[in-house]
C-alpha cells in the first residue's frame, strides 16, 4: 500500500517543533530571528521613506542598521567592522547584565510572593487570639472570636494548620462571612514543631486555642501541640493563657501538664455525652446551651458587689433587674446554686448572665414578686423512662453511663446497633456495672432499614437518640451524618404514619447538615464540635470560666435544666418573672429563663428565652417551662 505523503506545513511544524526541543540556545535563536525579520524591514521602510534619507545606498543601508541597533539595543555605530563588532559586543553585555537583574529580582519577588501565599511569614500582631490546628470547630470558633471582638478596633485571629493557606482563606470566608474589623490571618505548617508555632506569634497573644485535628489519633497531637508550644514558649513570661480541647478522658491529664500552669483542657467527648442525655430528659435544653454559649445572645459574667456583701444569697437573686445570678465565684472556686441562705463574703464576685458586662446592674426587684402566684405544691414526680439508642460509636458508653446514673428503679435503655463484636462487647462492658435498676438491651439491625424500626414500637419510648457512625480511616469526618439524615427520614415516615412527634435528640457532626434533617424546628440536635467550638472561644475570653463551665456540665453538679412551670407559679394567671424566680428560690434553684411552648416551633429562638428582665410579665400555661440552674 502506497504511503501517504506529509504535508509540508505539517513537517515544518514537526522541524519547528524538534527545534525548540533542543532548550534554550534553540528559543533565543528563533527569537532572535523573528525579531529581526520584523525591525530591519521596518527600519528600511522609515529610512527609505524619510525625505531626509542619504542619498547613497550605503548610507540608507547604515541608517536602517543604526535604527535597527537602537530599537534592538544593539548599539547601532557605524564605520569600522572592528566599531561595529565592539558596539555589538558592549551591548549583548548591557543586555545580559540587564537581563540577569530583572531576572534575579523576579525570582526574589516570586519567591517571596510564594513565601507568603504558602504562610510562611511570622505574625506581629500583640494580644491576638492564635487557634491551632483545623476541624469542624474552626468556623464555630472563629466565628465566635470575631464576635467577641465586634468592639474592639484592632483584633486578629492567626490560625497555624498544615493545610494550604489558600485553601484555609477561602474556607474561613465562606463559612464565616463577614469578618468586621478583626483579620484573619492564616499560616501554613505542623502545630507539632515549635519554630513552625513562631510564625503565628504565641508570645505575643493574648490567648492560644489547640483544636483536636479530624484524625484517629487527635487526642495525642494536640498533646504534641501542647509540648512543641511549651517549648516555642520557652522563656517567654507572661505566656498567653492556653485553652485546648480532647476527646478522650485517658488524655485529659497528660494534655494539662503539658498545658502547663493556668491551662484549661475541655474533654469533648464526655460534655456531648452528657449534652445528650439531658436533652434526652428534657427535650428543648439544646436550645437553652446554644443561647447561653453563643457571644450573640446572654452569657456569663462575673460581677463585684459590695453593697451585697454580708448578706445571703437569696437576696442577691431578687437583685439585678436585667441580670440572673446563678452563683458565687469564691477565690477560684465556684459555687453554682448554692444555698439561698449562704452569706456573700467580702471579696466574692456573683456569676451572672446578662446581655453584657455592663448591662448587670443593682435593684431591688423583691416588690414585684406576687406570692399569691406562686405554686405550692410538690414538684413533679420524676418516673422511670425509656430510651432508645439509635446507632452506636465512641461516644455510645459515655451516653449509657450517664443515663445510669440519673436513672430511677424500673428504666430502660434499647440499644439498636450493627452487630459487630466490638459493639457487643462495648455494650456488654457498659451493662457490667448496672445496679441501679437500669435494664440494658441490645438488638441488632440496621438503623437505615426501614423494616428495623417498623420491629420497634418507637412510640413507646420517652425519648430517642440517634448516634451517628465513628468515621472509619479516610472517610471524611462528617460522612456518618448521611446515616443519621436516613434514620431520620425513616424516623419522620413513623411520625407521619401514625400522627404522633417522637421525642427525638440528634448528632451530628457538621452544623451545616442540621438544615437538611427532617426534624421539627425546635427539636434538640446536639453538634459535639460547634457546643465545644463555643465553650472554647467563651473561655478563652475569660479564663475564670473555665471552673464555672466545668461544674456547670459535670454530671453531679448544678447544671441547666428544664422544669415544668406550674411546679413553680399557678398556670393560666399572668405574673412577674420575679416571682417565678422567688419561687424557684425556696425550691433551692435559680430561674434564667423559660421556654414558650407555643412559640417552640417558632424560630429562631424555638420559644427559648434567656435572662428576661424582672419586671416581664406574661401568663404560664402547663405546658410551658422553666430554665432553671440546679441539680436532678
Known amino acids: ?19 525548540l526541543a533542543r532548550g534554550a540556545s534553540a528559543l533565543v535563536g528563533w527569537m532572535a530571528l523573528l525579531c529581526l525579520a520584523v525591525v530591519v524591514p521596518a527600519s528600511a521602510v522609515l529610512v527609505w521613506t524619510e525625505p531626509d534619507a542619504p542619498a547613497s545606498l550605503a548610507g540608507r543601508l547604515a541608517q536602517v542598521w543604526r535604527l535597527t541597533g537602537e530599537t534592538l539595543r544593539l548599539g547601532g555605530a557605524t564605520g ?46 500583640k494580644g491576638h487570639a492564635v487557634v491551632l490546628g483545623w476541624s469542624e470547630q474552626i468556623f464555630t470558633v472563629v466565628s465566635e472570636l470575631v464576635a467577641a471582638n465586634t468592639n474592639q478596633r484592632r483584633a486578629a ?15 474561613l470566608s465562606t463559612k464565616v462571612g463577614p469578618v468586621g474589623r478583626t483579620r484573619l490571618i492564616c499560616r501554613s ?12 506569634g504565641p508570645a505575643t497573644a493574648g490567648v492560644v486555642l489547640v483544636l483536636p485535628q479530624d484524625e484517629p489519633d487527635a487526642d495525642a497531637e494536640v498533646v504534641k501541640t501542647l509540648l512543641a508550644l511549651g517549648a516555642a514558649l520557652a522563656g517567654e513570661e507572661p505566656r498567653p493563657p492556653v485553652v485546648a480541647a480532647v476527646r478522650d478522658d485517658r488524655y485529659r491529664l497528660a494534655a494539662r501538664l503539658a ?52 448578706r445571703p444569697f437569696g437576696d442577691a437573686l431578687l437583685s439585678y433587674p436585667t441580670a440572673s445570678v446563678v452563683g458565687i465565684m469564691r477565690g477560684e472556686t465556684p459555687l453554682l446554686n448554692p444555698p439561698p441562705q449562704t452569706p456573700l463574703a467580702p471579696g466574692d ?29 410538690p414538684p413533679t414526680p420524676v418516673r422511670p423512662e425509656r430510651v432508645l439508642v439509635l446507632g452506636w460509636n465512641r461516644r455510645a458508653p459515655l451516653v449509657v453511663e450517664q443515663l445510669r446514673r440519673c436513672a430511677r428503679p424500673g428504666s430502660v435503655v434499647d440499644v439498636v446497633a450493627n452487630g459487630g463484636e466490638a459493639t457487643v462487647r462495648q455494650v456488654t462492658e457498659a451493662d457490667a456495672d448496672s445496679g441501679t435498676g437500669l435494664t440494658l438491651t441490645l438488638h441488632h439491625g440496621d438503623v437505615t432499614r426501614p423494616e428495623t424500626l417498623r420491629r420497634l414500637n418507637v412510640h413507646l419510648y420517652d425519648s430517642v437518640i440517634v448516634l451517628g457512625q465513628d468515621p472509619a480511616p479516610g472517610q471524611p469526618p462528617d460522612d456518618p451524618d448521611n446515616r443519621t439524615l436516613v434514620t431520620l427520614l425513616l424516623l419522620r415516615q413513623l411520625e407521619e404514619a401514625t400522627g404522633r412527634e417522637l421525642p427525638v435528640v440528634t448528632e ?43 461544674e456547670l ?48 416551633s417558632t424560630s429562631p429562638g424555638h420559644g427559648v428565652r434567656i435572662n428576661p428582665p424582672k419586671a416581664e410579665r406574661r401568663r404560664w400555661t402547663v405546658d410551658d417551662e422553666v430554665v432553671v440552674v440546679g441539680k436532678d
Open 349 to 377: 464576685l456573683l456569676i451572672v448572665i446578662s446581655r453584657d458586662d455592663d448591662s448587670a446592674w443593682a435593684a431591688d426587684c423583691a416588690e414585684l414578686v406576687e406570692e399569691a402566684a406562686m405554686a405550692s405544691g
Open 553 to 600: 456540665f459535670s454530671a453531679d453538679g448544678a447544671g441547666v435544666r428544664l422544669r415544668p412551670a406550674p411546679d413553680y407559679v399557678l398556670p393560666g394567671l399572668e405574673t412577674s418573672f420575679a416571682t417565678v424566680v422567688a419561687a424557684a428560690r425556696l425550691r433551692g434553684e435559680c430561674a434564667i429563663g423559660y421556654r414558650c411552648h407555643e412559640d417552640a
Open 157 to 171: 485571629v492567626a490560625v497555624l494548620a498544615e493545610r494550604d493557606k489558600s485553601a484555609m482563606e477561602e474556607a
Open 508 to 550: 451530628l457532626i457538621d452544623d451545616r447538615n442540621r438544615a437538611l434533617a427532617p426534624i421539627s424546628p425546635g427539636a434538640d440536635v446536639i453538634v459535639s464540635g460547634k457546643l465545644i467550638g463555643l465553650l472554647m472561644a467563651q473561655i478563652s475570653q475569660n479564663r475564670h470560666l473555665a471552673t464555672v463551665f466545668e
Open 80 to 125: 569600522t567592522p572592528l566599531r561595529v563588532t565592539m558596539s555589538v559586543l558592549l551591548a549583548l553585555v548591557a543586555l545580559l547584565y540587564v537581563s540577569t537583574l530583572v531576572g534575579l529580582i523576579t525570582t526574589a519577588l516570586t519567591e517571596r510572593l510564594t513565601a507568603l501565599r504558602r504562610g510562611r511569614s511570622t505574625v506581629l500582631e
Open 259 to 310: 498545658a502547663g500552669p493556668g491551662g484549661v483542657v475541655l474533654e469533648s467527648d464526655t460534655i456531648t455525652a452528657r449534652l445528650i442525655v439531658q436533652a434526652a430528659r428534657r427535650p428543648g435544653l439544646s436550645l437553652v446551651h446554644q443561647e447561653l454559649l453563643d457571644f450573640a445572645g446572654d452569657e456569663f459574667y462575673l460581677v463585684d458587689e459590695p453593697i451585697l456583701a454580708d
Open 189 to 200: 505548617g505542623p502545630t507539632t514543631d515549635p519554630s513552625v508555632l513562631t510564625l503565628a
Open 1 to 19: 500500500m502506497a504511503q501517504r505523503r506529509t504535508r509540508f506545513g505539517d513537517r515544518a511544524r514537526y522541524w519547528f517543533d524538534s527545534t
